[in-house]
């Protein structure tokens, strides 16, 4: 076994984008100069805002940038039954329980679940199960945030499976890294403030914790972020070479000019030899003003 292990695990939910090319870019990077395995996890978890197409149109998109990874696809919608057997197996050790509670029970809590069913030992029948969580501070040493802190009951008992029985992110992301063997995490700062609750799965359930890398958020030009809810321009085939070299700028990594005539190959080799982890800018927004 390699002793480095990452990942990239885009939601199919849409197309890649300059933001998320940049988190692929990042992890492969850190992964291939570390001389470790790279894995590729579909996080389709959530069919209905699945959009069709999509998760071939982002492993086309990473082969085309030349961000081949190793080993087979891992898709999140193969793993229910182990995600279920955890869910059960908490349950039982009423370390989760079942809430009925409707979005407009909770409308009033602004975002963070007062507890309501947490002694009512409801059947899980038409219930999202939550997971107990006491108030507490959880540290961790992010490679290029700092030292970073967070309390994963900032929402109260959170959810792991809702009520139409679909898992949630928090509990198949700790699950699945640990599934396949992650020791390092490289993805974007939007996910920082989950990490609390990913470290408070990973101890309850007994489960490593990997090294985790926050890249900063890219940002359009009138603030908002660049990401799937907002209408960001898949990445054009055409121009994979002008991309990456944007893209490892972002990443502060000081590209000489020459690298514009080398091939999307060469262009990976000299990212690969040169990569540094302490160029990347570690607050601050990125502006990417036109990806065209
Ligand atoms: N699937 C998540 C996303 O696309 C990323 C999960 C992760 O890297 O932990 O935003
Ligand atoms: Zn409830």
């Not at 279920?84 to 908490?90: H, K, V």
Request: proline content about 6%; hydrophobic content about 40%.
């Amino acid at each position: 076994m390699p002793n480095y292990i990452g990942r990239f695990a885009p939601t199919p939910s849409g197309f890649l984008h300059f933001g998320s090319l940049l988190a692929a870019l990042a992890s492969f990077l850190d992964a291939r100069a570390a001389g470790g395995h790279w894995l590729l996890r579909m996080e389709d978890l959530d069919p209905p805002r699945e959009v069709t197409g999509s998760a071939a149109a982002i492993l086309h998109t990473l082969d085309a940038y030349g961000l081949h990874w190793d080993g087979p696809v891992l898709y999140q919608s193969q793993r229910h039954d182990a995600y279920q057997a955890i869910c059960a197996q908490l349950q039982a050790q009423g370390l989760a329980y079942a809430c009925t509670c409707s979005r407009k029970d909770l409308s009033a809590y602004h975002g963070r679940y007062p507890g309501l069913c947490r002694d009512a030992d409801k059947p899980l029948e038409d219930a999202a199960l939550r997971v107990r969580v006491s108030a507490q501070t959880l540290h961790f040493n992010d490679r290029i945030q700092g030292l970073c802190h967070g309390d994963p009951s900032d929402e109260g008992d959170f959810i792991i499976q809702r009520r139409d029985r679909l898992f949630a992110y928090h509990l198949a992301v700790v699950l699945d890294d640990a599934y396949q063997g992650i020791t390092h995490v490289v993805r974007g700062a939007d996910l920082l403030d989950s990490t609390c609750k990913h470290l408070f799965l990973q101890r309850l359930l007994k489960l490593p914790q990997p090294e985790y890398l926050h890249i900063p958020l890219i940002l359009q030009p009138d603030g908002h972020k660049l990401g799937k809810s907002y209408r960001s321009a898949a990445l054009p085939p055409d121009q994979v070479v002008p991309l990456l070299l944007r893209a490892l700028r972002a990443l502060g990594q000081s590209t000489p000019a020459a690298l514009a005539d080398a091939s999307r190959d060469e262009l990976l080799q000299w990212a690969i030899a040169h990569w540094r982890v302490t160029e990347i800018p570690a607050s601050g927004q990125l502006y990417e003003a036109n990806l065209h």
